[in-house]
């Protein structure tokens, strides 16, 4: 990368951190997703290059997605619940129980933070760690990881588990060649998944 696209990256490192602790009046990974899509455009390049890779690698973010759902409700709820003595609340959309319509709707919503998520956190945050040439594929993904903690908002446990989380996603980001197609699979059936069990009054 050139030395003068090197000086950026405190900054972006900056709004990574502002984002995660100024408290904002919309979702955090809103205004990254802007400022990381000026850093693609003055690094000459875009989210297309993110993007590429077979369908195999959405079918196998699927399953990946329906793996760490069935894995946090069954494993590490009660281990969680266990750890800290308090309940798990999985209600995000509370409003979403029983009603259908509301269901659908939320679950848009909750598609497009799953993509606008990936490519924030694992199409600029991690790329950007890889192009500094600093360190290996390990860090990127620990700081993409990080960053996903950091970003989620909440008490130490919902943070840890976002964390752990996103250390999954980064590895499946660069085992698919770093193409986000992957982990936006496996984070939009983890999230959408979700949002059904709670509809259907499963979790809470």
Known sequence: MPRELRGLVPFEVAAVLAAAFVPLPIPNVV???VLATISLYVRRTSWAERMRGPALYAAI???AGLVALVLAIFLG???VETLSDQAV???MYPVVRGSGVTAVTFAIVVGVGALASELVLRG????RVLELGRGSAVVAVMVGGFAEALL???PLEERLGA???GLGLGAMYIAAGRSVVAPICARLVFSLG???LEALRLVG
């Open 163 to 165: 964390g752990v989380f």
């Open 89 to 91: 609340n999985w209600s």
């Open 194 to 196: 979700a949002v059904v």
């Open 31 to 33: 205004p990254l997703l």
């Open 124 to 127: 600029w945050i991690v790329e």
């Open 61 to 63: 973010g699927a399953i």
């Open 152 to 154: 989620a908002g909440g």
């Open 77 to 79: 709820t009660p281990l």
